[in-house]
């Protein structure tokens, strides 16, 4: 018994079936208390008012539009590597959610920054971080679209998540390089004292969960649709061979 | 190597439009700036190191696609492919040849096209100083994304669509070292990191290219 083993699209789909209740089940309660919570439980920030209570969406979309692509550079690893094709599909499936959750993050963003920044845009190092991200998303999944043998587009996409990896690194640093920022400090971090206050931390771990389980089974049942595209193909080519 | 050296430099020069091109498509663009902007030559030397750091991008851009468009129609990346020499070496070389006929006049050029924005006196050496170190990484990020679209059709737009990205930091690092010196404060730090960058793609990218086009021709 290894994790390998669900490498094997049958057993990856039979896993992914029994799963997946769960996962949505989890996902639909986690974003309901944690949006809930934070945005009719919480008092109003001493400064920000109740613009504050947009951070239970704007941090746990901009956490999975960054981890979103930390999977894709494993996945596209795993095909390079192993060969195994659901891997090259769950990679496939994640870039669209990626790409949404970052556009997400940036408009939840611009509407914040409006009334607190006086902007809706500012060339800030993170801001810039995240548009930089969007284009990389929005490189891959036209490389996907645009090639058209499976394998070779699984191929072609992981080196180009490979080295956009690098790049976006590069970039991420260059940018803090290039400009003074204008966004505040990280509000979640392992290592320090906490920045915030316990009354929104809970229900912003909670919205972060919920957002995480939603990715989770968004992507798995991409990955079963993307399974299910592959199969019909093979049957159509199949029959027109025979016939 | 040098045999392909030599023979891709041939190419570019006889073979006529990818020589001259980019050098034209800079001074068009050059020239447009002022139109665009108006001709107040305050802000046209605030703006000319970033104007001319962007020109010299897209004139790289534009002749990415030349790069081996030609020799994988006629059949010489076959034969590349399963040649003694390296993929990767072949392509390196590939890149400095696109390097010596497109990055290098841009180089020389950008002096002459700093006299029509205005730039600072101080700032010309800094200016072909941060060019002559950033457009090696501007040629091999090209040739990256030119082995990774070789092979689609109308890959022209795509290509922009994948390496204008990854030309980022660069842009960013050697526009900050020409604007710094064209105002006169100190440049060493985004000098250095625009070395920095330029080396490790050299180092690195060769073989990731390789890769991508033999997957795009096995």
């Known amino acids: 018994m290894s994790l390998w083993e669900y490498a094997n699209p049958v057993k990856f789909l039979a896993l992914s079936a029994r799963v997946q209740p769960f996962a949505w089940a989890a996902a639909a309660i986690g974003i309901a208390v944690g949006l809930g919570w934070g945005f009719f439980a919480t008092p109003d920030d001493f400064r920000q008012g109740s613009t504050v209570k947009i951070i239970y969406i704007h941090v746990p979309s901009a956490w999975i539009a960054i981890n979103a692509w930390i999977m894709m550079l494993v996945a596209s690893l795993i095909w390079l590597v192993r060969r195994h094709h659901v891997s090259a599909l769950a990679a496939r499936a994640a870039a669209p959610v990626g790409l949404v959750m ?25 801001l810039t971080s995240f548009l930089i991200l969007f284009l990389f998303y929005l490189g891959y999944i036209a490389l996907w679209e645009a090639v058209e043998d499976p394998d070779t587009a699984a191929d072609l996409t992981s080196v180009l998540c490979l080295v956009g990896s690098v790049f976006a690194l590069l970039s991420r640093y260059a940018v803090l390089f290039w400009s003074q920022g204008l966004h505040q400090g990280a509000t979640l971090s392992l290592d320090k004292e906490e920045n915030i206050s316990d009354v929104f931390w809970v229900p912003l771990v909670i919205s972060i969960s919920g957002f995480t389980l939603l990715f989770i089974a968004l992507v798995l049942y991409r990955t079963g649709t993307e399974i299910a595209l592959r199969r019909a193909r093979a049957l159509s080519a199949r029959r027109d061979a025979s016939a | 190597m040098i045999a392909l050296l030599i023979r891709d430099l041939r190419l570019a020069l006889r073979a006529g439009g990818g020589f001259g091109l980019g ?17 107040q030559s305050a802000l046209l030397s605030s703006i000319a190191p970033g104007i001319l750091w962007l020109g010299s991008l897209l004139a790289c851009l534009l002749s990415l696609d030349r790069l081996l468009a030609l020799d994988f129609e006629d059949g010489t990346l076959d034969v590349l492919a399963t040649a003694p020499l390296p993929l990767e070496a072949a392509l390196a070389v590939k890149a400095l040849a696109h390097w010596i006929t497109t990055g290098l006049p841009l180089v020389l050029a950008a002096p002459f096209l700093g006299i029509l924005l205005n730039l600072p006196p101080q700032g010309f050496v800094w200016l ?12 091999i990020i090209g040739t990256f994304g030119a082995a990774l679209t070789e092979g689609i059709k109308r890959g022209g737009l795509l290509m922009s669509l994948l390496v204008l990205p990854l030309y980022v930091p660069t842009l960013i ?18 000098l250095l990191l625009l070395a920095g960058i330029s080396l490790g793609s050299i180092a690195l990218l060769p073989f990731a290219a390789a890769a991508a086009l033999r997957m795009t021709i096995r």
């Open chain 2, 173 to 190: 690092f050697g526009a900050e070292a020409a604007r710094r010196g064209a105002v006169g404060m100190a440049i060493e730090t985004p």
């Open chain 2, 128 to 139: 072909v100083a941060s060019l002559l170190l950033g457009t090696p990484a501007l040629s």
């Open chain 2, 23 to 39: 050098l034209a498509f800079f001074l068009i663009l050059t020239v447009l700036v002022p139109f665009s902007v108006g001709p």
């Open chain 1, 102 to 126: 970052t556009v997400i993050g940036l408009l939840t963003g611009a509407i914040w920054g409006q009334p607190m920044w006086g902007t809706w845009w500012a060339w800030d190092p993170r």
